[in-house]
């Protein structure tokens, strides 16, 4: 199963349409907290003996698991992605990535010239998870096999490519992507750059056309090898950002001192290899157990991560008891789900989410949407006006941070046929493009408070 793939900082309320808002003013005192009840009211004259009824009521199950997808796809993504990071709730995580080198025709290199040195330039995206305090080793290896997509033109997470046993260059620093986005990590590879330095001054055929550079530097791996780091950091692998510099000098009375820049080459051939290592941690079996664990068998959690192929699904296996009621209407539905208290004080909530429809195996159908096509995020679109979902955020009392997903076109169509399939659901996560080049999580919680959906209705 492949897969690819907003709240705004507020602390305000949702705002129900005209005709709902004068059916909830009718019933503030009759209904309070977040249990089921139920009042009649009239609206207008012409309801004289009417029976309807608002039903507000939030105590439908809700089932909240976890599930995982065996790749995402990493290729295109401008980002490089390197280094490695462990925690108790999302395990070991470790970043690769790799490229191949851009072919330009070589400019002669001058009698005189004198090589010096060589580096691979990394500059540096902004991008940061985990500790910058400690220090960080990477590793440029030299790959042995020529990278190529697959038919539908990407590479994922769990794709790669053979490559040399021992670096051709390493380099441990500091790293200060998130201040810092005007510099770089310089990875040396001398005896790389002096080897092709001598091919280009001789005219050696290895330097004379593309497909005989391509075969012999056929590309790099960026890599922590086996070094414990404590983060990830990304790198700007937009077009001309990645380079090989070659650097040499004239043997002149005032030596001049010259380049010879290599460019990274393709971005859909540049992707990032993920290598997630869930033991000891509450998702450990998840492969094993069918890619998803129910949050009964996870501490009453769920979990969400970009890239890693971790999300969060929420099922309804309740809600066809609406049906015992033979005439309703449903006015307005929410998914409120809150991540875990004090589970986001080093690494930040996600500003934006997105909800998916999925199928009973998981895979994701599309991005839900409301009745006028607008994407349930949590963002307000260029006009400003409210999309459908909200992320409430307490800077002051971090328990009450929430999202809420408005899911009222949503259930309005799954239950016109009067017939609800639980067992689809949907998935919590990212937007897909964002998805893969972001490591930004969410732990959610499942128990206390629960998950809820909260469903605003008419019988009549």
């Not at 809600?319 to 015992?324: A, P, W």
């Not at 998950?451 to 605003?456: I, Q």
């Amino acid at each position: 199963m492949k897969g690819i793939w907003e709240g705004r900082k507020s602390n305000k309320k949702y705002s129900f349409p005209a005709y709902i808002s004068v059916a909830v003013i009718l019933l503030t005192a009759a209904i309070n907290g977040s249990c089921t009840r139920q009042d009649e009211f009239t609206i207008g004259k012409d309801f004289i003996d009417s029976q309807t009824r608002l039903m507000v009521i939030d105590t439908f199950k809700v089932d909240l698991s976890t599930i995982i997808l065996d790749s995402v796809r990493s290729s295109a993504s401008q980002l490089i992605l390197a280094g490695n990071y462990n925690d108790n709730n999302f395990g070991s995580v470790k970043c690769e990535s790799y490229f191949d080198l851009a072919y330009e025709t070589f400019r002669d290199i001058e009698d005189r010239a004198v090589y010096d040195s060589a580096k691979i330039i990394l500059p540096y995206s902004g991008f940061v998870y985990g500790d910058t305090l400690s220090p960080m080793t990477l590793h440029a290896h030299l790959l042995t096999e020529k990278i190529s997509t697959y038919n539908d033109g990407y590479l994922y997470t769990t794709s790669s490519f053979d490559y040399e046993a021992e670096p051709r260059g390493s380099v441990t620093f500091y790293p200060s992507p998130a201040t810092k986005t005007d510099s770089a990590v310089f990875i040396p590879v001398n005896e790389l750059g002096e080897e092709l330095f001598n091919k280009i001054r001789d005219k050696d055929p290895d330097v004379t056309s593309e497909e005989w550079f391509l075969d012999y530097l056929k590309g790099f791996m960026i890599t922590p090898g086996s070094d414990v780091n404590n983060a990830v950091i990304g790198i700007d692998a937009a077009e001309g950002k990645v380079v090989l510099k070659i650097y040499y000098h004239l043997r002149l009375q005032d030596p001049e001192k010259k380049e010879i820049t290599v460019k990274m080459g393709l971005s859909n051939k540049q992707f990032n290899h993920i290598d997630l290592d869930l033991s000891g941690t509450l998702l450990d079996n998840i492969k094993s157990s069918g890619n998803r664990k129910n949050s009964a068998f996870t501490g009453n959690m769920a979990f969400m991560q970009g890239l890693t192929g971790l999300m969060a699904k929420v099922q309804f296996p309740s809600l066809q008891d609406i049906f015992l009621n033979t005439d309703w209407k449903i006015l307005k539905a929410e998914l409120v789900i809150e991540p875990v208290k004090y589970s986001f004080e080093q690494f930040a909530l996600p500003e934006k989410l997105y909800i998916y429809e999925t199928d009973r195996v998981n895979r994701i159908n599309a991005i839900l949407r409301d009745e006028n096509g607008n994407s349930l995020s949590s963002l307000k679109d260029q006009n400003n006006s409210p999309m459908a979902a909200i992320l409430q955020y307490d800077e002051m009392y971090p328990e009450d941070t929430k999202y809420t997903f408005d899911v009222t076109s949503y259930l309005i169509r799954e239950l016109s046929g009067k017939y609800f399939e639980y067992k689809r659901g949907l998935h919590i996560s990212l937007d897909q493009d964002f998805y893969r080049k972001t490591l930004e999580r969410v732990v959610f919680e499942g128990k206390n408070p629960r998950v809820r959906l909260k469903l605003y209705y008419l019988t009549y």
